[in-house]
């Protein structure tokens, strides 16, 4: 009798297991996986501990990412990380749902430029700056975007490709330099950067790419992403972020695909990566610029990031819907000027 009952219970346990193990929930995360470790550290782990769930992931670029969702028809995944200029396309082709805020009690504590930057369909959990760095022991002070057309720094300048976040940038400031808006003229804008051309090594691709042109001396200045400051300034000490009064917004968005097989849980994913508590560990430990207002950093901390209420709300926004529409066109121009 006493075996019987021991076997009955063995089985019933197993069964109430099994029965566990198919209730825990899956939330799908599609994201590029940079910072991996810490990310498993500071946010993976501790959210499934939270919620009791799995956390699985689709690695990859904006583009491959985007595109997989578009072919799954907005279905695939429950939370997508993407910068703007890609949540925008995903927003228009319909392949995103908008969030509620009040599942996401954390935006009230954001800077207002990463409450609502594209209208309801997704906060901005860090915010960066596209602007200028330089090697200051070799090049003199660069004080304004046309600065990077100096003689001075002939054969000596990397700009971003133009399929990458900055690149398209580059047109927009050589629209600026000749007083004329490239989304309507792109004429004169590229007429700049066919003078800026002598100037330009190279065009790279990652921002390892750019850090091993400033290593090697082959480059002395670049227009970049603030995201390989850090890394920039580790390789070569001199290297310098200047101080332009209009540096250029890239917001990272996190989005809730419409096809989401776990729109409660995204939310819930969404509100835990934007408490102040976890966006201050992440700053800290060089993940992420914070997106809440609540983040104190020592300047030693803050140097990397954008960072604080001055310097965001600075920051120059670009329309992407418009940068989206034209980038074809100004993709074929530039691989005219510098190769394909």
Not at 94 to 120: C, E, H, R, S, T
Not at 271 to 284: G, S, Y
């Amino acid at each position: 009798m006493n075996i019987f009952r021991t076997a009955v219970l063995a089985a019933a346990s197993t069964l109430a297991l099994s029965v566990a193990s198919a209730e825990a929930k899956t939330l799908t995360i599609s994201w590029w996986g940079f910072n991996g470790e810490k990310l498993d550290q500071f946010i993976v782990k501790p959210f499934q501990e939270k919620c009791g769930c799995e956390l699985v992931f689709e690695t990859g670029n904006n583009a491959d990412r985007l595109n997989k969702i578009k072919q799954r028809g907005g279905a695939g995944v429950d939370v997508a990380y993407f910068t703007d200029s890609y949540s925008q396309i995903g927003i228009e082709e319909g392949l995103f749902q908008k969030v509620d805020p009040a599942k996401i009690p954390n935006l009230a504590g954001l800077y207002d430029l990463a409450k609502d930057p594209q209208g309801g369909y997704g906060p901005a959990y860090t915010i960066g700056r596209v602007g200028i760095m330089y090697d200051e022991a070799k090049v003199k002070p660069i004080t304004a975007w046309a600065d990077l057309w100096r003689e001075d720094l002939k054969a000596s300048l990397s700009l971003p490709g133009i399929t990458t976040t900055a690149g398209p940038m580059v047109v927009l400031l050589a629209g600026d330099k000749a007083g004329t808006d490239a989304f309507t003229n792109a004429d004169p804008a590229f007429a700049e950067i066919e003078k800026i051309k002598p100037n330009v090594v190279k065009n790279y691709n990652t921002g390892s790419e750019l850090v091993n042109l400033f290593s090697t001396g082959e480059v002395t200045a670049s227009l970049a992403q603030d995201f390989v400051l850090g890394q920039l300034k580790k390789a070569v000490p001199t290297i310098k972020w200047a101080d332009l009064p209009d540096a250029i917004a890239t917001l990272n968005t996190v989005n809730i695909p419409k096809g989401a097989a776990e729109p409660e849980l995204a939310h819930e994913f969404i509100n835990f990566i934007l408490d102040p508590k976890l966006q201050q560990t992440l700053a800290e430990n060089g993940v992420d610029a914070p997106v809440a207002t609540a983040v104190t950093l020592t300047p030693e901390q803050a140097v990397q990031w954008t960072y604080g209420a001055d310097m965001i709300k600075n920051l120059k926004r670009i329309d992407y819907s418009k940068l989206n529409a034209a980038k074809g066109g100004w993709i074929e121009r530039w691989n005219e000027i510098f190769g394909g």
